[in-house]
């Protein structure tokens, strides 16, 4: 996995899909009904250890995520995506709107450093990324004066 940087799914409820359609045209209401609806399955490929399946559904989100905000739509985006796709990459989606060009790319372990390379060719950074099979651990440490 990595994470993607330029230049450097919780639940998603009913409200933003309301909210659309009240003031949105019909490509964005199912923008966001399809990223509603994918929870659920990247749910099922998490649970599997389907990480190919992770990275399809992350790569669906990603195009769906071109509806929602220009900047995922943009050629230089669009480039760096093809990119890492070249490389080996089983899907990329934006980490947020307006995330200052950042990208999740998933993809086999294998293909790591050649999708890194693909990525930085095209003037991106990269920040190497792994999944951490013991969850996260919390701890505070006092600092000394």
């Given at each position: ?21 009240a ?14 609806d ?11 250890a389907?990480w190919?399946?992770?990275?399809e ?21 669009r ?15 934006p ?30 950074g ?20």
């Open positions: 996995m990595k994470l993607v940087i330029a230049g450097a799914g919780g639940r998603m409820g009913r409200a933003p899909i309301e909210a659309a359609k003031d949105s045209s019909l490509e964005v209401v199912a923008a966001l009904e399809a990223l509603r994918a929870a659920e399955p990247m749910t099922h490929a998490l649970d599997a389907d190919r399946g992770v990275g559904l992350v790569d669906e989100g990603g195009r769906r995520r071109e509806a929602l905000d220009p900047i995922w739509a943009a050629a230089p985006t480039a760096v995506v093809a990119a890492a796709r070249e490389a080996g990459a089983w899907g990329a989606k980490t947020g709107p307006r995330s200052g060009g950042g990208l999740l790319v998933v993809g086999p372990p294998e293909r790591r450093a050649a999708i890194g390379d693909a990525v930085r060719g095209r003037g991106w990269v920040l190497d990324a792994a999944l951490a099979a013991d969850g996260v651990a919390v701890w505070r440490q006092a600092l000394e004066a």
